[in-house]
């Protein structure tokens, strides 16, 4: 397998690449379609109900299952983590309080 079929997502888990110069092209591996839009366009078709893909009919329902909780779980850590003031706007309030 390719440098990048060892990611942190667990799409590579069902996912390869043809060619491991080119990591915008990914190879599905229920229905062997290549699809252009790297991993994310991946995550799309086996979630399904984007109108960027088309979902993959040959996808078992707990794998569907299992991308669309881990993708709403990312969507919320990352609205937790932009949730959290950063750190040169703490600065700058800090700045104006003692101004």
């Known amino acids: 397998m390719c440098e990048a079929s060892t990611g942190k997502d667990p799409e ?6 043809p060619d ?3 990591t915008n092209n990914v190879k ?3 229905c062997s379609k290549v699809h252009k839009g790297g991993i994310t366009r991946h ?3 086996l979630i399904g109900g984007f109108r960027n893909s088309k979902p993959c009919l040959k996808c078992s329902k707990h794998v569907r ?3 669309r909780e881990y993708v709403a779980k990312k969507k919320q850590l990352k609205e937790q983590m932009d949730a959290i ?3 040169y ?3 700058e309030e ?3 309080w003692e101004a």
């Open 12 to 17: 590579w888990s069902y996912a390869s690449l």
């Open 20 to 22: 491991s110069n080119n």
């Open 28 to 30: 599905c591996n229920f």
């Open 43 to 45: 995550k799309q078709q």
């Open 65 to 67: 299952v299992e991308f």
């Open 85 to 87: 003031p950063h750190f």
């Open 89 to 91: 706007d703490i600065a």
């Open 94 to 96: 800090q700045e104006q």
